[in-house]
C-alpha cells in the first residue's frame, strides 16, 4: 500500500491514495457450487477505510470472502486484491490480509499469547519477532494478564479480542472479520468497534466487516456493499444511501395522538402514527410550525419533537423489502441462520 | 445488478412506538437507566505498525513441525499434550530401550551367562527384526499406543476447534498443512521406534567393542530393519492420521487405529485357526509389515501366501489412507466447520 505526503502552499496536506485507489477489485467474478449459483457477476473497486459487508445468511458473504482470500477458485470473472490476482496469488493475498473467522478458531490448550505467537509464526514470521508482536497486538485488543491464561478459561469477549489479535499480528493491510461483534456484551462491543475503528483511522488499514448487526457496521464503516442471492445489490457510503430516504419530524405527543392524527391529516401533511409516536414528511421549514399548530389546536401536549435521522438498519430494511425479502429487522437474519445453510 | 437499480429515494423508514403500544392517557412511569460503574483502568489504546518481512515458506511449514513436535518435551508455547500422554509416550521410549541395559550386562558378565543375554538380546536378524516388528511387547503394546496417542489429535483438534481457519486463513496451502501434520507424528514415531533400534544396534558395538568385521556383517541386516522400521512409520502414520481427519474427536481417532491394528489381527488369527490359511494376514497392516521385514532381515517368512500379496496390500493400504486424509483435509472449511 502507498501514501504520499505532499507539500501544498497551506501547509501541507495528506493525500492519501487509498482513497481513490481500489484495494479490492472484482469484475463480472461468478462462483458455483455444482448447480448452485453462490456469488453471480460480482463487480466492485473497493477503496481503502472501513467498510460492512452486509446481506441475509446464504447470500454470498462467505463465498465472497473466500474468493478475496484466494481460497477457492472463481467460476469466472477475475479480481485483484492489492493488486494480486485473487486465482493464482492466494498466498501472497492471505499474507497481507488479517482474517478474524466468525467461529471459534484458537486452540483451547494454548496461552493467549503463545495462540498470537503460533498465528505470526504461520506467516513467516520468527519466533522472536513473532512473539514481542504479539504482545503488542495483545495489548492493542486490551488483553494484559489475560495474555497469560489458557483461552480454554476465557469469556466470548477475550476469545474475539484474541481472535483479532491473532489476524492482526503481521500489520496486515486489509482486515476482514466476519461478524466480529458476535456474543459480546455491551462493553466488549463497544471496546471491539472501537478498535476496529481505531485500525482504520489511526492505522490506515482497510476493514471489511461482515455483520448482522447494523449499528456496528454503521459505527465502523463508512461504506457498505449489500450482497443478497449472490449478487452485489448495494455498493455505496452510509451517508449517501442515508440522504436519498424520506426526510421526517418524529412526535411524541401526549393526551390525543388520533386527534393530532387528523390534524395534520387535515392540513394535508403526509402523516403517519404509531401508538404516541407520528411522523411527518418534512415538506419545508413551514412543517414545523404546521405541526405546533396542529399541537396547539387539539390541545395535546408533543413530549417529542425533532427531524427523525434513517440509521443502517431503516436503509436496509429498505433495500430488502425492495428486493422482496420479508424482513423484518436484522435480528430476523440470525434467525434465518439457524435454518438455512450458508453458503 | 447494480447498485443504481435499488432505488430507495423517497422511501418511508420503520417506525417503532414510544413508551407502550396504546396510545391513551394513562400513567407513565419512567425508568431510569442505572449508569454502570467505570472501573477506573487507564488503557492508552494505540495502533503500533509493524514493518517487518514475512519469511518464506519453510518458515511457515517449520512452525507447523516445530509446534507438534516440541510439544511433547515442552507443551510451553507449543501444542498442548496431555502429561499422561507425555509421560506414557516416554514409557515406550524408555520400554524400546530396554535391551540397551541387557546389551551392556551381557558385556560385562562374559562367560556363559553373557553369551545367554547376548542370545537373547544381542544383535542377530531375529532380535534386529523383533525390536521393530515383534508382535510382543512392542506392536501389541508399544508402537500401536504410541501412534494412537501421537496422531488421535492431530487433525481431529483442528475440526473440533475451528482451527483450520488459523492455517488456511494465512498462507498456508493446504498441502502444506497436511505434509508437516504428517511430517510431524511421522517424525515422533521415527524417534521412538527406528532411534530406539538405532541406539540398541550402535550400543551393542560399543558395548562389545565391535570392529570393521562385524559391522560389514551387520550393517545390510541393521538397514534392513531400518527400512522395515519406517515402512511401519509410513504406514501407521497414514492410517493414523486419516482416521484423525475424519472426525472431531481424538478418541475416535485412537481408538479407530487401535481396532484396525488388533481387530484385523485377531480376525486373520481366528481364520487361520479354523481354515489353516494365512491369506488373511494381508488384511493386517502389522503383519503385513511383519512379513516385508522378514523378507528384508533375511529371515525365513511364516506366513503361507506370497510376500507380493503383503507389498501390495501395504500400497494399498497407505494409499487408502492418504488418499482418505487428502479429501478430508480439502474439506476442512476457513469460514465453518
Known sequence: MHRDYVNTSNGGTLVDEDQVEPVITTKALRKMYGPHLALDDATLELPSGAIGILGPNGAGKSTFFKCLLGLIGVTSGEGSVLGHDIRTEGDIIRSKIGYMPEYNSLDPGLFAIDQVRYCGELLGMNSKVAMQRAHEVLEYVGLKDQRYRKIETFSTGMIQATKLACALVHDPEILICDEPTNGLDRRARSFMLQTLRRTVKQGKRTVLMSSHVMDDVQEVCDRIVLIHNGRIVVHRSIGDLVSKVEREIEIVVWGGAKKMEEALISMDLKTRRLGRVIRIKLEDDSTVNQILEAAISTDVQVRQLYEYEPDLEDVFLLIMEKLGSEIKGSSDLIAIANGDAEI | ??????????????????????????????????????????????????????????????????????????????????????????????????????????????????????????????????????????????????????????????????????????????????????????????????????????????????????????????????????????????????????????????????????????????????????????????????????YLLGLPLNYDHPLSFSFVSIIVMNSVAIALLVSRVSSLEVTRE
Open chain 2, 1 to 294: 445488478m447494480s447498485s443504481e437499480e435499488i432505488d430507495i429515494g423517497g422511501s418511508q423508514t420503520r417506525m417503532e412506538v414510544a413508551f407502550g403500544a396504546g396510545d391513551s392517557d394513562s400513567e407513565a412511569s419512567a425508568v431510569v437507566a442505572k449508569k454502570e460503574a467505570s472501573l477506573g483502568a487507564i488503557f492508552n489504546q494505540n495502533y503500533r505498525p509493524w514493518e517487518g518481512t514475512l519469511g518464506p515458506r519453510w518458515m511457515r511449514n517449520y512452525a507447523i513441525f516445530r509446534h507438534h513436535v516440541y510439544g511433547l518435551i515442552t507443551s510451553k508455547g507449543h501444542r498442548h499434550y496431555h502429561p499422561m500422554v507425555r509421560l506414557l509416550i516416554l514409557v515406550i521410549f524408555l520400554v524400546s530401550l530396554s535391551p540397551i541395559p541387557m546389551l551392556f550386562l551381557s558385556s560385562l558378565l562374559g562367560g556363559e551367562d553373557g553369551s545367554f543375554l547376548d542370545k537373547m538380546w544381542g544383535i542377530n536378524r531375529y532380535n534386529l527384526w523383533g525390536q521393530v516388528l515383534g508382535f510382543f511387547p512392542r506392536n501389541l503394546c508399544l508402537w500401536p499406543l504410541l501412534t494412537a496417542l501421537v496422531v488421535g489429535g492431530m487433525i481431529s483438534d483442528d475440526r473440533q476447534n475451528g482451527t483450520s481457519a488459523l492455517y488456511f486463513s494465512r498462507p498456508v496451502t493446504r498441502l502444506d498443512y497436511t505434509a508437516m501434520k504428517y511430517v510431524s507424528a511421522a517424525t515422533i514415531l521415527g524417534f521412538v521406534i527406528v532411534f530406539s533400534y538405532f541406539l540398541y544396534y550402535t550400543s551393542a558395538i560399543v558395548f562389545r567393542s565391535e570392529g570393521w568385521a562385524f559391522l560389514e556383517d551387520t550393517l545390510p541386516i541393521f538397514l534392513g530393519g531400518v527400512l522395515a522400521g519406517l515402512t511401519l512409520v509410513i504406514t501407521y502414520t497414514s492410517i493414523g492420521l486419516s482416521l484423525s481427519s475424519i472426525s472431531q474427536s481424538r478418541f475416535f481417532a485412537a481408538i479407530g487405529f487401535l481396532s484396525i491394528i488388533f481387530g484385523t489381527k485377531l480376525v486373520a488369527f481366528l481364520v487361520e485357526s479354523q481354515f489353516e490359511t494365512t491369506f488373511l494376514y494381508i488384511l493386517s497392516p502389522y503383519d503385513c509389515l511383519a512379513h516385508i521385514g522378514q
